[in-house]
Structure formats: C-alpha cells, structure tokens
T-cell receptor
Framework: AQSVTQPDIHITVSEGASLELRCNYS??????LFWYVQSPGQGLQLLLK??????LVQGIKGFEAEFKRSQSSFNLRKPSVHWSDAAEYFC???????????FGTGTRLQVTL | DGGITQSPKYLFRKEGQNVTLSCEQN?????MYWYRQDPGQGLRLIYY???????QKGDIAEGYSVSREKKESFPLTVTSAQKNPTAFYLC???????????????FGPGTRLTVL
C-alpha cells in the first residue's frame, strides 16, 4: 500500500533562512505528488504538484520541490523564509483510479524573527 | 467566487447524538471527499464520491455516513457509532482528469466538531 513519510514533525527556522521540508513516499508506480499548506484552523491550499516531466517544480509563494525517483523523495524548498510561511505543510501522493490522496502526518514550521 | 463552503465552522454535540456536516461546492467538480484531521495524524479519508448518487468508503468510514444527491453537495453524518468523533473535518473536491492522470483537490475551510 502507498504511504507518505514526513520525518520532521516540527521545524524552526529564522526569517530569511533557507528551508527544506522532507517527504518520502512508497508507491509502486509513478506517483502524482503534492505539497499543501495549512494555516491554523483553515483548509489546505495547494503549493505545487508533480505529475511528470521536469523533476524540479515551481509553486506559489516562492516554493519549489524536486522529485527524486531513486530516493523516493519529493522535498519542498524555499530559499528565504518569510514570517508568513509559518504553517503546517503536508506532502501527499495520489494513487489509484479514484484519485485518492494519501497524506503524510505533516511538518509544522515555526519562523523566528 | 468559486469555492467550497463548509458549515458550521464550529459544532458542539452531546455524546450519542448524530450530527451532519455540510459541504457545498460551486466549482462544478464531479468528485468530492471527506477527510478527518487529528493532531499528528495528517488527513485520513472517510468517504469519497466520484459522481452523483455514488460514493465509496475511505480508510476510516466506520461510524460515518454520506449522501450525494446533488453534484454540489456532499453532507457527512457523524453517527453515534463513531467512537471518537471529536476532530477537524475537511471537505474537498476535484474534477476528473482528461485522458487519465490526476487533478488536484481543492479544500474547504473545515468544521471543528467537539463532542461533549
């Protein structure tokens, strides 16, 4: 069965520092991969997605992610974090014909000023 | 504005009572989904529907029921059989991909259910 692992439960970075959030997936076929962001008490907003093609994908708010098949990873990066980036980040993989999503447990990002 | 609405934002119920959470979308999406979110557990799929009058169980359907009588609406009922119903519930929708593949899901703002 497919699964998604986000090994970091909580990360703290200083404003202006770079960020990398880790995501590893387990799935037999070519995955469809997503990163979502959630502010407290809110719904999820799509940051970016990977379906095929270029393994480095650009998203909104200055985020990017790189798909590495050999490492089964889809890590999210941002060169310079802003205080407004503080939120919870979820990696997800879509599998099967029903377009279901399997989510990781999330990484909570705290930004210090 | 197109989007997904969930109401109410906060809901309190006594133990043993059934409660229905509303989800409405005006995105003209065929597929709709219900997720449950608990701290430290990410999102878990409760039910999903790919077309009107049809729906399937997700990973944690026990104690929940749904209906899909209209394309725009996918209400979730939390029954008294659900042993631990206090959680944050998220509704999502997506349109079917053309020629295979996948389309992303769009999420509503969520309903926080507290059972007293």
């Amino acid at each position: 069965a497919q699964s998604v692992t986000q090994p970091d439960i909580h990360i703290t970075v200083s404003e202006g520092a770079s960020l990398e959030l880790r995501c590893n997936y387990s799935y037999g076929a070519t995955p469809y991969l997503f990163w979502y962001v959630q502010s407290p008490g809110q719904g999820l907003q799509l940051l970016l997605k990977y379906f095929s093609g270029d393994t480095l994908v650009q998203g909104i708010k200055g985020f990017e992610a790189e798909f590495k098949r050999s490492q089964s990873s889809f890590n999210l990066r941002k060169p310079s974090v802003h205080w407004s980036d503080a939120a919870e980040y979820f990696c997800a993989v879509a599998t099967g014909t029903a377009s279901k999503l399997t989510f990781g447990t999330g990484t909570r990002l705290q930004v210090t000023l | 504005d197109g989007g997904i609405t969930q109401s109410p934002k906060y809901l309190f119920r006594k133990e043993g009572q059934n409660v229905t959470l509303s989800c409405e979308q005006n995105l003209n999406h065929d597929a709709m989904y219900w997720y449950r979110q608990d701290p430290g557990q990410g999102l878990r799929l409760i039910y999903y529907s790919q077309i009107v009058n049809d729906f399937q169980k997700g990973d944690i359907a026990e104690g929940y029921s749904v209906s899909r009588e209209k394309k725009e609406s996918f209400p979730l009922t939390v029954t008294s059989a659900q042993k631990n119903p206090t959680a944050f519930y998220l509704c999502a929708s997506s349109r079917p991909p053309l020629g295979g593949g996948y389309n992303e899901q769009f999420f509503g703002p969520g309903t926080r259910l507290t059972v007293l």
